[in-house]
């Protein structure tokens, strides 16, 4: 069995936003770049599934779409225990061209499982898992927050309002996993980081995908504003205040 | 000139930031508080591989460079020093002690479970009369033909009852003086081996500190590292590349508290305005900033020269010293900024202060480290 896994390179969490161009493109300057954390968990699932399942997993792949400055990125998820990588040569913030590029890059490649973190945390498009299921032919799940293989079959469950549900689903199969996939990223090993670079890395030439979107502009939120103190007595005031100048009741 | 880091070393780096974070700093308050040895931690950093970074992987060790370890110490001590501290020993001064200078079947033997963590090692060498002056070795290790016969107390030792494997210094010729002096490979079982009682430490109070009583230990003759009378030798040389672990590990506590006190007075308010606006608070920033970014580059200059295989002596002890000083300067100007608050656990910055002073008394006091440093200016 072989699982893949695609990976976003976006910037760290605690990057401070900023915008170039007219607003038109993001600053990437001093920017530092990590495995988008739901793929990051994804990866950590399905190392354990392999780790596991008695050499019935036979190998954890990881796909990317980026030019050659996401490699260590790539490199980061060979270190934590991925066992090869795929990265098409392509710049792309179109989640259809992403998507496109990943299902034309795969399919001939037999995997039985794609794992797609279920957003990305810098554009959070929310887009590219569901579509490379489509673009194959198979069968999907969204929202996944646990996923097992039990004979044969892969058994994942999902968060839904008020409780979850749990389904089976024939392989190959897509799932679209969120927090809860894996409790904690795993942190590579310093034998890891050796292997990384050791480990295949195969750059493919992206198929050719009509541009369907663009991005005009970018627009921060609002700065955050000053906290209002009011005194504990005063509850009167507070309601008023929560009415008339937060409007939210 | 390049002062770029390699893609490797900044991940190890980032391994290591995220290791320190997310696990260490959880409970590090409670077990500084209650002295308990970071069992489950240490086992992790062995899994890591923190625990045998230098060494070659043909004996199960990582293979880094010394400039790694510099960047993994660092990020490892910013939270706790007293995990750190055991990484140090067991890296820099036992397994590269074995790597560097012992033969074939000693590595075998000691240095495979040592470089994958399965077992960690400690260095005996001060003793309750011998610490700076390291010459007068009262431990005797006496030539009995086919054995030594090890007698004598060793004093504040790291890690003395969770490590299983020694590097024990000990006089075997006295009439020779310091080059009768021998270091040997001593397995903590051995019979006639005791601890003395744990060291109430005022920092790093979850690595463990004993003293080590040896009555007629028997040590068989291969257990003896290199030629006799080398000990001393030894001894000294391995420092010299201990202080660049120590001199990481005072890095992180000065890096550490001077990013704690830039998180602090961004947030804390005082007179309608965050603290940092105040000059008097922004002053002690930027002179902590310029101590600690020193102190970083005489580290990894160290490093590098070890790396590269040029003498690294000087640099060690420079780097030990400065960073060593530098730590207790900015750790208590970090309490100092943070007032009150700097001065409850919480905070944690009051632990780095406690531990900052620990780096300038262990493997090598400041003053050591000056007579070092003045000694190779006047050699010539």
Redesign the interface.
Known sequence: MKILICISNVPDTTTKIRFVDDNTKFDINGVQWIINPWDELALTRALQLKESSGGAVEKVSVITVGPKSVE?TI??AL?IGADDAIRVDAESEDAYEVANLIADAVKDEGYDIIIAGIESSDYNGSAVGGMVAEFLGLPSVSAVSSLDIENGEVVVKREIDGGSEVMTSQLPFVAIVQKGIAL?PR?????G??M??KKPLNVIEPAEVPLMTEYVSYELPPAKAACKMIDPENVKELVNLLHTEAKVI | MNFDFTEEQLMIRDAARDFAQRELLQDVIERDNNAIFPTKHVKTMAELGFLGMMVDPKYGGAGMDSISYVLAMEEISKADASAAVIMSVNNSLVCYGISKYCNDAQKEKYLAPLATGEKIGAFLLSEPEAGSDATHQHTTAEDKGDYYLVNGTKNWITSANSASIYIVIAQTHPDKKHRGINAFLIEKDTPGISLGQHEDKMGMRSSDTHSVMFTDVKIPKENRIGEDGFGFKFAMKVLEAGRIGIAAQALGLASGAMERSIQYSKERKAFGTEIANHQSIAFKLADMAVKVENARNLCLKAAWLKDNGKPFALASSMAKQYAADIAMEVTTEAVQIHGGYGYVKEYHVERLMREAKLTQIYEGTSEIQKIVISRTLLRD
């Not at chain 1, 942190?187 to 034998?191: E, G, Q």
Request: charged share 35%.
């Open positions: 260590p490199r980061k270190a904690e942190i590579p090993s310093m034998r980081i050796m990384a670079r």
